[in-house]
C-alpha cells in the first residue's frame, strides 16, 4: 500500500507546463478571425467615400454632410490606431475650431500607414493648406480622402 505523503506519489509531482492543442488540419492559426460559414467578416478598416460626391453633398446639405464625414472618419481612425480624437470629439473640435482637424486628420493617417509598416502620402503638415482658402481645402480633402480609401482599400473595404 502506497502512503499519501511518499514523494514518489505522481500528486506531489509539479505540473506539467501547458501548452495548447495543436489547431486541427485546414484550421486557421491561433489568434486569426474567420466568420463562420455565411457570415460577413466585421469590417478591419472605414468605407470607401468618392470625393467628388462627398464635396457634393457637403454644397448641397450647406455643410452639414461634413460634420457626419468628419465623425465618421475620426471614429474609423481610432477604432483602427487604437487612439486618436474619435468621432464626438472630433465634431466638437469642428464646430469650436474646425482647423485643427486640418492637421490632426492627417497625422492619424499617418501613424496609420506607419504602424502597417507603408510610407505615409500624408502628414501633419498638410494642415497648412488651409492658408489658402478653397482651392488650398479642397486639395486638402482630395488627397485626405484618397489616402484613406486606398488604405481602406488595402484592407478589404468595397469601392463603391
Do not use: C
Request: aromatic share 12%.
Amino acid at each position: 500500500m502506497s502512503d499519501i505523503n511518499d514523494p514518489g506519489s505522481p500528486s506531489d509531482q509539479p505540473p506539467a507546463a501547458y501548452s495548447p492543442p495543436a489547431p486541427a488540419p485546414g484550421s486557421p492559426a491561433p489568434g486569426v478571425y474567420t466568420a463562420p460559414t455565411g457570415q460577413v467578416p466585421e469590417r478591419l478598416g472605414g468605407p470607401y467615400y468618392s470625393p467628388g460626391l462627398v464635396i457634393l453633398l457637403s454644397i448641397v446639405t450647406l455643410g452639414i454632410w461634413t460634420f457626419l464625414w468628419v465623425y465618421r472618419t475620426n471614429e474609423d481612425l481610432k477604432r483602427y490606431n487604437g487612439d486618436g480624437l474619435g468621432g464626438v470629439l472630433a465634431v466638437v473640435l469642428h464646430l469650436l475650431l474646425g482647423v485643427v482637424l486640418m492637421f490632426t486628420i492627417p497625422n492619424e493617417i499617418k501613424n496609420m500607414y506607419e504602424r502597417d509598416g507603408r510610407e505615409s502620402p500624408m502628414s501633419a503638415i498638410w494642415g497648412l493648406w488651409f492658408l489658402l482658402p478653397i482651392i488650398g481645402w479642397l486639395v486638402w480633402y482630395f488627397r485626405a480622402q484618397r489616402s484613406l480609401n486606398d488604405f481602406w482599400l488595402s484592407k478589404g473595404a468595397l469601392a463603391v
